[in-house]
């Protein structure tokens, strides 16, 4: 449609009222909103600068505490004044430049009985030697004991220290300050110790700081005497600020000696503004008028109409006006039209890409089983070394093949919600033990090492997805070992507890090709690799790390990753999980078993399948016999005595669902046979259809005899159970 009368052109005359205003109400606005804010900020800095320049001046003052309590232990370890100088001279060399004096100053005849004055006392030299000085034990000067700073450290308890005020020592004539205590003798007061500091480094530093941060000081020791004064200059208003700090009692005053209000210049402006504000209200008022009713009121009205509409409605607005909402509504009304006709094909498109992938499952795995099936009875004949190769080389061309398709499935899963966790109790040592025997061998045939480092509690047992946890390990395991031509991939488990939440967080570090930061922004996305060489180089789908992803999200964890490109990369997957108490381990052999005189129907209606399956059955000493559909299995069960059933569930006449239930509703001890479901589609819904019927186990095609082998053996029980005498678990062993 045609637009006549323009939105924006209402808007901008409204703006233009709006920034009339504005400019009237500039110096209000600074007074209100930005004067009085940055006076408060200005403040606060100054209060936090003046904190931060206490705590400066401090820390020296108490690492030389320090000193002090140290030499007071020293003082009273050897009060009958054994070994005190060397000990005395060893703490003063260690000590720090501030500290440039120290003495132990016994109570009169505490250390001889005939002798009046006893003391220690060192002083650090220029050069850094530590010298002795003995003039404070001539009695001839006066008595250290009668010195203002001993008598004021006398009369304090155990552990306080007494500051004296700044003085200027007269022999080197820099400011000095003493730090005394007192010591004592198994209760009795046996001395005094003191510590003398230099303060011209200090004050050095006080004067740069205040010239860097543009600070005026002035410093105060305890008897307000000034330390020292710089660019302290005050004018009327200016705001000071001061701390009193230390157990010395020094206080500081500071101003800000450049960043000045002047309130003067603001009370101008006030009173120029005065006068406009009442035009500024009526301003306002207009301009709000011609906004609510050419915009917001239509805006609103809309909203409310599409707050109380159903999915698929469109909006019913008397509004003539040909602009810009006019223009949306119209727009909105059909393109509400359109995405409700869309989402009609969308569903559809959807179900008929879930029955898509049904049937393309079954029907590549049906083959695949033929494939993969005779690649595994042919590498059992006797085969020449190029034979074997080539022979090898089409198994894991086929089961690689699987893998993919199997990614495809499991992402499909996930698009449409149906992919479920299977939580069972299991060790978590089970699983470290099985990447540790697959990947280590992997590894080594790349030169890579291979190592597992795990800080879990040994015999760890969780209750979660035991299968998507091994799937998330080997897709991030196989990426590291596939990426990685050089050095090592290194596996880290541990466990940690957050907000009462246990987590399982896993760590797969390897030293290969690395991401780039750009790469690492989509390579969680479906269908996406790091770089399109890496697909040609490399192969895969690229949904492995989007399915890692989604399988943790779906755990109630999360998947991160940093890498470096040419150093490597690191995945850290955090799982939400449930520690419980240790089950049963089941073990599963590890030989084949001689299964001879035992009878297997195999119900299939393909035929390589068949010649497949019978010549597993028969190497492992079954006698076999095939029919194509679940009739005949049924016609064939009621006629003759079997022991197990391989039944195929997509077949003509009766699927492997119903012929099943039918076993199962048959009179006597054949409705207990044992049934394993053989099938090719891997879908959730048909697995519980097949177990709902009455089978016991499902081997997925293709089938790995491996898996064969183990149900076997899981279900040997039932499988014995029409024999009088079962054949041992033990006796089966080869």
Not at 661 to 670: C, E, M, P, Q, S
Request: some cysteine.
């Amino acid at each position: 449609m045609q637009i006549r009368s323009s939105l924006k052109k209402k808007s901008m005359v409204a703006l233009g009222l709006y920034l009339a205003t504005f400019i009237a109400i500039i110096g209000s606005v600074t007074y209100y909103v930005v004067e009085s804010p940055v006076r408060d900020k200005l403040q606060q800095n100054l209060d936090l600068r003046t904190q931060l320049l206490s705590a400066l001046i401090t820390e020296p003052f108490n690492s030389s505490k320090g000193f002090v309590d140290g030499l007071v232990g020293l003082a009273q370890a050897h009060s009958h004044g054994d070994d005190v100088t060397p000990l005395c001279k060893s703490m003063l060399a260690a000590s720090d430049d501030m500290i440039v004096s120290a003495g132990i100053w016994p109570e009169p005849y505490s250390l001889d009985s005939n002798k009046l004055l006893n003391s220690y006392f060192f002083n650090k030299a220029d050069d850094g030697k530590i010298d002795q000085i003995f003039s404070y034990n001539n009695p001839k000067n006066v008595p250290y004991h009668q010195e203002s700073w001993y008598i004021a450290a006398a009369n304090q308890a155990r552990g306080d220290v007494e500051w004296s005020g700044v003085y200027i020592d007269p022999y080197t004539h820099v400011r000095m300050i003493t730090a005394s205590s007192p010591y004592y003798d198994d209760g009795t007061f046996a001395g005094v110790v003191t510590v003398d500091l230099s303060l011209e480094e200090l004050l050095g530093f006080i004067k740069n700081h205040a010239e860097e941060y543009d600070l005026g000081i002035v410093l105060r020791d305890k008897f307000n005497q000034v330390l020292i004064s710089y660019n302290f200059n005050l004018v009327e208003g200016i705001y000071i600020s001061n701390n009193q700090f230390g157990d010395f009692g020094w206080q500081v005053d500071v101003v800000n000696s450049k960043s000045l209000v002047s309130d003067e210049v603001f009370r101008q402006v006030m009173s120029i503004e005065g006068g406009i504000v009442p035009l500024l209200l009526l301003c306002v008022m207009a301009g709000y008028y011609l906004l609510n009713r050419y915009l917001i009121s239509p805006i609103t009205t809309i909203a409310a109409k599409i707050d109380g509409s159903r999915a698929g409605d469109i909006i019913d607005v008397d509004y003539s006006s040909d602009d810009e909402i006019g223009h949306l509504i119209k727009t909105f009304n059909e393109k509400t039209i359109y995405l409700e006709a869309e989402k009609v094909k969308a569903q559809a498109s959807t179900n008929a890409k879930t029955a898509f992938l049904a049937t393309l499952s079954h029907e590549i795995r049906t083959p695949m089983n033929g494939v993969l099936g005779t690649a595994q009875i042919l590498l059992k004949t006797p085969l020449n070394i190029e034979q074997e190769k080539h022979l090898k080389s089409l198994y894991e061309s086929g089961d690689h093949m699987m893998t993919l398709l199997n990614e495809i499935l499991d992402y499909s899963k996930i698009e449409q919600g149906r992919l479920d966790l299977d939580e069972t109790r299991f060790p978590l040592d089970s699983i470290i033990g099985s990447i540790n025997s697959i990947y280590y061998t992997l590894s080594s045939e790349k030169g890579l090492q291979f190592k597992v480092y795990s800080e879990v509690p040994s015999g760890r047992w969780y209750f979660s997805d035991k299968a998507r946890l091994r799937q998330i390990l080997f897709n991030l395991l196989n990426n590291a070992v596939k990426f990685t031509a050089r050095g090592f991939v290194e596996v880290y488990f541990k466990e940690v507890v957050e907000d009462d939440n246990t987590y399982l967080r896993i760590k797969v570090r390897d030293t290969g090709i690395g991401i780039s930061r750009e790469a690492q922004k989509r390579i969680f996305k479906p269908f996406e690799q790091a770089e399109s060489s890496t697909t040609r180089r490399f192969g895969g789908t690229g949904l492995g790390l989007a399915i890692v992803k989604k399988i943790a999200q779906l755990m109630n964890g999360s998947i991160t990753v940093s890498s470096e490109e040419g150093i490597g990369t690191s995945f850290i997957v955090q799982l939400k999980i449930l520690p419980c108490q240790p089950g049963k381990i089941e073990t599963l052999p590890h030989k084949k078993q001689d299964y001879s005189g035992l009878k297997v129907l195999i119900v299939e209606d393909n035929r390589t399948n068949t010649v497949i399956m019978e010549t597993f059955m028969s190497s492992k000493g079954f006698v076999c016999k095939s029919v194509e559909n679940g009739e005949r299995a049924i016609q064939a069960i009621v006629a003759e005595h079997f022991d197990l059933v391989l039944m195929d569930n997509h077949m003509p006449v009766m699927d492997g669902v119903e012929s099943t239930t039918a076993i199962r509703a048959l009179l006597g001890d054949v409705s207990s046979i044992l049934i394993f479901g053989c099938t090719a589609d891997v879908f959730k819904e048909t697995r519980e259809r097949l177990l709902g019927a009455g089978v016991d186990y499902i081997i997925a095609k293709p089938i790995d005899e491996r898996e064969l082998d183990d149900a076997l053996f899981r279900y040997s029980n039932k499988l014995y159970q029409y024999h009088e005498t079962k054949i041992s678990k033990e006796d089966k062993h080869d």
